[in-house]
């Protein structure tokens, strides 16, 4: 199993920038693939952003393309999701996600095994 903790969340104006990172802890970071979702007030967990697990590949939703960078640093077990350019509808909850299945860049949220807890970003307008 392995465990993952979200941070980096914040309060930011529209057009600013955060990073939020997904410290995971137990067995080895790099046989996980990974992914962001996030979630607002009222609304389902959507997909983001993922990552293979060494090829450095990645995917991302059109909402956030040219935005948000989604990268991971298997030996300091963590992955991160840079977000530039940020909009009032980029707040919500980011979860950051790892899959043990031998998925490639899924967006879909069952092929997850394993959740952080979440961190809240706000964007003011």
């Known amino acids: 199993q392995v465990q993952l903790v979200d941070a980096g969340g914040g309060l930011v104006q529209a057009g600013g920038s955060l990073r939020v990172s997904c410290a995971a802890s137990?067995?080895?970071?790099?046989?996980?693939?990974v992914g962001w979702f996030r979630q607002a007030p009222g609304k389902e967990r959507e997909f983001v952003a993922a990552?293979?697990?060494?090829?450095?590949?990645?995917y991302y939703a059109d909402s956030v393309k040219g935005r948000f960078t989604i990268s991971r640093d298997n030996a300091k077990n963590t992955a991160y999701l840079q977000m530039n350019s940020l909009k009032p509808e980029d707040t919500a909850v980011y979860y950051c996600?790892?899959?043990?299945?031998?998925?490639?860049?899924?967006?879909?949220?069952?092929?997850?095994?394993?959740w952080g807890q979440g961190t809240q970003v706000t964007v003011s307008s």
């Open positions: 990552i293979t697990r060494s090829d450095g590949s990645t």
């Open positions: 996600a790892a899959s043990s299945k031998p998925i490639y860049l899924s967006d879909i949220r069952a092929e997850y095994d394993y």
């Open positions: 137990g067995r080895t970071f790099s046989r996980y693939a």
